[in-house]
DNA sequence: GTAAAACCTCAACCTTAGTTGAGGTCAAGC
DNA sequence: GCTTGACCTCAACTAAGGTTGAGGTTTTAC
């Protein structure tokens, strides 16, 4: 029979603990290893073995891709804690306000849609010449002039 | 010398103008096409010939998608409007209401996630203990219990 | 009537965020 | 000391939403 259920030696975890415990499979532990966003001693035998602050970082993981952040960014901003010692509740912090930041300006693009949908349903067209929605002319010809009120550039 | 800048003969638009006033690449429209997401006459030479209308619909895919939208829902959305008259303002105004309602939807989680980003900001933690964005015990055991209130399950 | 732009199809490739499977090793319990 | 589950690597596959290129045809302008 398999290992039971308390945590390796040492206060360490496996990567199937830390499967478990934070929800996410094996195979993405293994892949978020690959992009850089967790890093895991290895033992004597080459397997994987995390510390138990790596709970939290995947956590936070998780939380900043519901906000929509690509994996990429949400890698660069995690470069910003340190990587012996537990990150403080302030360093923590500071991520969090930033991508607070990033989930503001989202919303407020999504709403500036949604209110210009609105605008819209009462003229009922999306037309191409006078729809704030949409006048492609514009966004094409004036690269940056005015046309950059919708989400579709503004990435 | 190539042609000229004005549409085609009878009013309709080949694939190139319809690239150039919509903004999107030919290339896309293909793509759009193999996807039923707009469609097109041929010429004796099997090139492709668009109504007019063809505009408003391309104008409304790329708005749509801008909501969050993937392709394949925008094309049944689609399946609603009349394949030869062109729609009644009617008719596009009940497909942006549709979109309006799933953009409030995702404006809604985006807030929600903000806020308790916010409240972390409080105690710096995204505790996987107590902090409501992170408890994955919960959110794995009671599948469907009591832990959607997350962006992530929620789709 | 010919050059060149624009068009055609089809297959292959790209990115993001993973999952799946093959083939092989490690470790825990009896 | 052997079985079995957990682990390892690496390559291939998935899905969405396209882009790129090869090889060939049509249109248009002069």
Redesign the interface.
């Known amino acids: 029979m398999p290992k039971s259920d308390f945590p390796c030696a040492g206060g360490t975890l496996s990567v199937g603990e830390v499967a478990k415990?934070?929800?996410v499979a094996v195979s993405t532990l293994h892949f978020y290893e690959t992009r850089g966003l967790i890093r895991s001693l290895r033992t004597e035998g080459n397997q994987r073995r995390y510390p138990r602050g790596v709970?939290?970082r995947v956590?936070?993981i998780?939380?900043a891709q519901?906000?929509?952040i690509p994996l990429a960014s949400i890698q660069e901003a995690l470069t910003t804690l340190p990587d012996s010692r537990a990150p403080?509740?302030?360093e923590?912090?500071a991520l969090?306000?930033t991508?607070?930041a990033e989930?503001?300006e989202?919303?407020r693009r999504?709403?500036q849609?949604?209110d210009q949908?609105?605008d819209?349903?009462g003229?009922?067209?999306?037309?191409?010449k006078t729809?704030p929605?949409?006048n492609?002319?514009d966004?094409?010809g004036a690269q940056g002039a005015g046309a950059r009120l919708?989400?579709?550039n503004a990435d």
């Not at 003229?123 to 191409?128: D, I, N, T, V």
């Open positions: 415990r934070s929800g709970l939290r956590a936070v998780k939380v519901r906000t929509g403080t509740a302030e923590w912090s969090s306000r991508w607070q989930l503001n989202r919303i999504l709403t849609l949604r949908l609105d819209c349903i003229c009922g067209c999306l037309s191409l729809c929605l949409r492609p002319q966004a094409l919708l989400e579709a």
